[in-house]
């Protein structure tokens, strides 16, 4: 299965990839659509990504974690229009025991947001709209084009 | 004889898009061009100045230096500070 998705993700089809009957720790991580960013309220979000790299990356990262642990990873990113309380990404792990499954979860996570080539676009309560930039005063860079 | 300019593709995303008005350009360029060079190239169309100081840059499909040079058919791409999860 791909890394990302313009479907909802379902975290049971993650945790039927991970699931073995040596492996007796699962870890999961979803992160979810918040209704506010910096004090403003967030009607819905899009997410764009540079497929063919994010694919390659999520791939690399999973492959990480599971030669740093024996662990199996399982991870998915949806992309496209996202409303509040949506799934954007979901990280399983199974392992034999909890320490592994949780580093790998956390590892997985971590390097994804660091690493993946994807773009968080909010839309506000007000109507108006700005590209997510961690590196950015404020975390956010208004959308200066045309409305889409 | 000059040698014969290499073609290049590249992709522009998220607010990089919107500050040139393309998601993908194409280039032609002189032989042994770096990474570097192809930013400056972009940095000289407009709204091209407005791209920050500092850029990550992938060439086929993984992060490179400005060092790095560019051979014909290379697919580069302009990476926006990343905001997935």
Redesign the interface.
Same mark, same amino acid.
Do not use: K, N, T
């Given at each position: 299965m791909g890394f990302l998705t313009d479907a909802p993700i379902r975290l049971e089809a993650l945790l039927r990839e991970v699931e073995a009957p040596d492996r007796g720790a699962v870890a999961t991580f979803l992160g979810v659509v918040r209704d506010h960013h910096q004090g403003r309220a967030v009607r819905d979000l899009e997410y764009t990504a540079y497929g063919p790299m994010a694919e390659a990356e999520g791939a690399r990262i999973a492959g990480e974690a599971e030669s740093r642990w024996p662990v199996r990873v399982a991870v998915r990113h949806r992309t496209g229009r996202l409303a509040v309380g949506d799934a954007a990404v979901a990280v399983a792990v199974a392992g034999a025991h909890r320490a592994e499954a949780f580093e790998a979860c956390r590892y997985v996570i971590e390097e994804l947001k660091r690493r993946v080539p994807i773009w968080k676009r909010e839309r506000y309560a007000d109507g108006t709209e700005a590209w997510v930039d961690p590196t950015a005063a404020g975390g956010v860079v208004p959308v200066e084009g045309r409305a889409r | 004889m000059t040698q014969a300019a290499i073609p290049v593709q590249v992709?522009l995303?998220?607010?990089y898009a +919107? /500050?040139l *008005?393309h998601e993908r350009v194409d280039l032609q360029l002189a032989p042994g061009t770096t990474v570097g060079g192809v930013v400056s190239r972009l940095r000289a169309m407009p709204g091209g100045d407005r791209l920050p100081a500092r850029l990550l840059v992938?060439r086929n /499909? +993984?992060q490179v230096g400005d060092e790095a040079t560019v051979s014909a058919g290379d697919e580069i791409?302009l /990476? !926006? !500070?990343?905001? *997935? *999860?």
């Open positions: - | 992709h995303f998220a607010r +919107e /500050l *008005g992938a /499909l +993984e791409a /990476l !926006p !500070p990343m905001s *997935g *999860g």
